[in-house]
């Protein structure tokens, strides 16, 4: 979609006509065509201007950000219920555990994107005038932003990336009903939450979104907002903005190449937290975003000389992973977490108890959804249930450190290789391996395997690549980068898999803990197996049949 352009020589003219029009008019009309060009121009001011210094803004201390001013209606939603639930969501799970200082949670996470969101609109706003940023749109994009994490479980990506997938194995393995959506995520929920946080304020104040410019079609552009815009689609299918609009779909969850606020704030207040050095500067990045045409769509581009900042950024989403956020005992730990929880879930057990606890059930509805938080590994600790001693148990581990042994690590090299057939293997190898000393006997069950992805953001491929860059002599014109532009110290590979080793210790456990967990491995081995069967008979009928 062109970003319609009208020329400084054409808007003089526009001008001046209507001040020779005026000086033409007499009187007593020409009071009347004063206040009626007051009004206009005051209406257009009202509309495009991002000021907002007659509203009573909020003032937060953000230890990444300094002084962050709120509006008043951004205000409001954070004092909901649901959203003060994000105080109690650890916003790097189990880190904390091997990083001391990683404490900090979704709620502060979620001010500092909302921040960061305004601060890329107004940017765009007063470089590009033609772009047509209204108040609403500044409203919609900040509070998309502020909302955006709201659907994270106990432990933030522990639940949807654990607790969710390994509960859909369990119902399976046990032939319970599965009513988990497929490919479960957080932002589904936060979607949710944000309706009841609507519907909440409404009731409280029937015109609350009106009194501050908004309404249902701005509700509808903040869900979207929330989900992200998928840049594939040949037509603009989305309903809260016109197509003209589409850069705006980009600020807090892109799916075009993952440059969004979200990422700019947790990178700075992660390594903030976890004492990791960021090379990544954001707020240089911010100052040189533009809006250009691209292949018939507009979208947020950068200044050509900000390359090297930009792999910096997807660098340091690697460096994080590496030393962070994949940390080998920080898995393990998070892994235990997940244990606990699924041991705990009262929807995996056909009678479910009373004493044990709703949480993969709460996923089906926001007002259980927000009664779920970090908190349920205090409820279950402080438990006296027998259904909760299994839980108990491992979350006990935890605190005294009886975790499983690190064995080692290797880079995986073989491609395409699945989780499965993987671990079919690995298990193959144990059996076979004959010890040195007749006392020990290897037991694949007491030596998991684990895959850790690592990569820049974008799998194998280098995700500078679907990024658009203009030049000081052409700003409105924008292109991918050439490999002459950029370092020829980049990295050719952009992703890697590592396999993991643990010793599982299983000297502190009773016979029939032991004897459940053999039963529950077996049923675990034959569903894999028969997926991996399931994989190689389709892989030969597509060999056949071409």
């Not at 440059?259 to 050095?277: P, S, T």
């Not at 148990?393 to 064995?407: D, G, M, S, T, Y």
Request: net charge neutral.
């Amino acid at each position: 979609m062109q970003i319609h352009k009208t020329t400084l020589s054409d808007l003089r003219k526009n001008l001046q006509d209507l001040k020779k029009t005026y000086e033409e008019i007499e009187e007593p009309e020409k009071q009347q065509s004063w206040e009626i060009i007051t009004n206009e121009l005051q209406d257009i001011l009202k509309k495009y201007s991002l000021d907002f210094s007659k509203e009573q803004m909020k003032i937060f201390n953000d230890p990444i950000h300094g002084h962050i001013a709120l509006h008043p209606l951004l205000v409001k939603i954070t004092d909901t219920p649901q959203f003060q639930r994000l105080r109690h969501i650890k916003q790097l799970g189990g880190k904390y555990l091997v990083y001391p200082g990683a404490s900090h949670n979704r709620f502060e996470h979620s001010l500092g994107v909302a921040y960061l969101a305004g601060c890329l609109v107004k940017t765009l706003h007063d470089n590009q005038p033609e772009l047509r940023i209204t108040k609403q749109d500044f409203m919609c994009v900040q509070i998309a932003g502020l909302c955006h994490d709201l659907g994270h479980g106990p432990f933030s990506h522990v639940f949807d990336g654990l607790v969710i997938p390994k509960a859909k194995t369990m119902k399976k393995i046990r032939g319970l009903p599965d009513d988990i959506p497929e490919k479960w995520k957080h932002e589904q929920m936060s979607v949710l939450m944000f309706d009841d946080i609507v519907k909440s304020l409404k009731t409280e104040n029937e015109n609350v979104l009106k009194e501050h410019g908004l309404d249902d079609k701005d509700v509808t552009f903040i869900k979207e907002l929330i989900k992200g815009a998928k840049d594939s689609v040949a037509e603009w299918t989305y309903e809260g903005r016109a197509e003209d609009k589409s850069f705006l779909y980009e600020i807090v969850a892109n799916k075009q190449n993952g440059i969004d606020v979200d990422k700019w704030d947790y990178f700075a207040r992660d390594c903030h937290h976890l004492g990791i050095r960021n090379s990544f500067d954001h707020q240089r990045l911010l100052k040189f975003a533009r809006v250009c045409d691209v292949n018939g769509r507009n979208h947020i581009c950068f200044r050509d000389k900000e390359a090297d900042n930009v792999y910096d950024m997807f660098r340091t989403r690697y460096t994080l992973h590496r030393q962070a956020y994949q940390h080998k005992i920080c898995n393990i730990i998070e892994e235990m977490f997940a244990e606990a929880l699924i041991l705990a879930d009262r929807d995996l057990h056909e009678g479910k108890p009373e004493d044990m606890l709703k949480i993969s059930e709460a996923i089906k509805t926001a007002e259980e959804y927000s009664k779920l938080t970090d908190e349920i590994f205090e409820q279950i600790s402080s438990s006296n249930a027998d259904n909760l001693k299994k839980s108990r148990n491992i979350l006990n581990k935890i605190v005294r450190r009886k975790l499983p042994k690190f064995v080692g690590e290797a880079h995986l090299t073989e491609k395409n290789k699945s989780k499965e057939h993987l671990t079919e293997t690995w298990k193959a190898a144990v059996q076979k391996y004959k010890p040195t000393d007749p006392t020990v006997s290897l037991n694949a069950e007491e030596l998991p395997v684990y895959v850790v992805d690592l990569d820049h953001g974008m799998k194998d491929k280098n995700p500078i690549e679907s990024v658009y860059f203009y030049s000081k002599r052409n700003p409105n014109q924008a292109s991918t980068i050439k490999d002459y532009q950029l370092s020829s110290f980049l990295p050719k590979k952009f992703n890697e898999e590592l396999v993991r080793v643990y010793y599982r210790r299983t000297d502190d456990q009773t016979v029939e803990d032991k004897m459940e967990e053999k039963e529950e491995m077996k049923k675990k081995e034959e569903e894999e197996k028969k997926k991996l069967e399931e994989t190689k008979k389709s892989q030969r009928h597509v060999t056949e049949t071409s």
